[in-house]
């Protein structure tokens, strides 16, 4: 069995500060969630994915980076902040679903 690295790194020898990150086994709900949140760090001066094929399953995020970040700070601040808002959505679901099914029981 072929092991295969979730995120790749590779750093552009063209540009300062930028880099894309290939990562598989995702598609656009990946690429576009991990864009709107790279948009939100002000040091992010570009940040954009690609789907290189519809058959291929894995998608390339670019991002260019202000001098006081780089690509790779910028990227796992991106990742952490999501898992954040995440958690903390999953908690005030999971809190209303609660009282709600506790509201439900009494009614009848």
Do not use: C, W
């Not at 990227?75 to 609660?98: C, G, M, R, S, V």
């Amino acid at each position: 069995m072929q092991i295969t690295k979730r995120v790749s790194y590779e750093r552009d020898t063209k540009i300062i500060n930028a880099a894309s990150f290939t990562i598989e086994r995702e598609d656009h709900t990946i690429g576009n969630i991990v864009r709107m949140q790279l948009h939100r760090d002000e040091n992010v001066l570009f940040a954009g994915y690609k789907l290189p094929h519809p058959l291929k399953y894995k998608i390339i995020i670019r991002i260019h980076t202000t001098s006081q970040s780089s690509p790779m700070q910028a990227y796992n601040q991106a990742i952490n902040d999501l898992d954040k808002e995440l958690d903390h959505l999953k908690n005030a679901f999971e809190a209303e679903l609660a009282r709600h099914s506790g509201s439900q029981s009494r009614q009848y």
